[in-house]
């Protein structure tokens, strides 16, 4: 079974902070994406990774960077955290067009 | 830009019947593949179904499948005999190449009730 998981279920943190989230699949899969998802709105595409090193903005790139060194590993940076940040962070993998796999979810909070 | 629309915020089913999710979507794209995702409460988000919309035949997973109108845009999930283990949010999604990403629906909130 493909397996995804996030440093952190829960994570609270001040503004003004660097924040990593950390996720890494054991797949080999190409793709890995991050999401952030609010009530009301869905899962909406921050960044996303088609290989190594390799980056592509998704619909709200805004205040995050991501980095991609290993295959296996994608890194979510919140360079400084603000109150509006505040959400649910979920991180998926892929191998080419077939569905995407989740990892649990990080609930971030920056008060 | 692609859409994808849940109407139904929240849904009720009483366990053993049958409920139908609606979802429609927004495209010019011919190709293209749909998904349907379930998050159970404070667990993965997991694959429920997928249909490609070369495919006329609508899927099916067991007591999942749907209703997969192309001309209408439309893809509703249909569950029967409900359990309780399929009260979660449901998620439809919609996957074209030229995106090379997932565009995802607001979401409906299942409950199942005794």
């Known amino acids: 079974d493909v397996k995804v998981t996030q440093s952190s279920r829960y994570l609270v943190k001040r503004t003004g902070e660097k924040v990593f989230l950390e996720c890494v699949q054991d797949?080999?899969?190409?793709?890995m994406f991050w999401y952030r998802q609010d009530p009301g709105l869905g899962l909406r595409l921050i960044y996303f990774?088609?290989?190594?090193?390799?980056?592509e903005k998704g619909d709200i790139p805004e205040g995050y960077s991501v980095s991609r060194e290993k295959k296996e590993r994608f890194s979510l940076i919140l360079e400084s955290a603000s109150t509006n940040q505040t959400s649910m962070y979920l991180c998926?993998?892929?191998?080419?067009?077939?569905?995407?796999?989740f990892g649990p979810g990080t609930r971030l909070t920056v008060t | 830009a692609q859409t994808v629309t849940q109407s139904q915020p929240e849904m009720s089913v009483q366990e053993a019947e049958t409920v139908t999710l609606s979802c429609t979507y927004d495209?010019?794209?011919?190709?293209?593949?749909l998904f349907w995702y379930k998050q159970p409460p404070s667990r993965q988000m997991i694959l429920v179904i997928r249909?490609?919309?070369?495919?006329?035949q609508n899927a099916t997973e067991n007591r999942f499948s749907v209703n997969f109108q192309k001309a209408a845009k439309s893809f509703s999930l249909k569950i029967s005999d409900s359990q309780l283990g399929d009260a979660a949010m449901y998620f439809c999604?919609?996957?074209?190449?030229?995106?090379?990403?997932?565009?995802f629906g607001t979401g409906t909130r299942l409950q199942v009730t005794l």
């Open positions: 998926a993998s892929s191998l080419g067009v077939a569905e995407q796999y």
């Open positions: 797949m080999d899969h190409e793709n």
């Open positions: 990774s088609y290989d190594v090193k390799m980056k």
């Open positions: 495209t010019s794209e011919s190709d293209y593949y």
């Open positions: 249909q490609e919309a070369y495919k006329q």
């Open positions: 999604a919609y996957f074209t190449g030229t995106a090379s990403k997932l565009t």
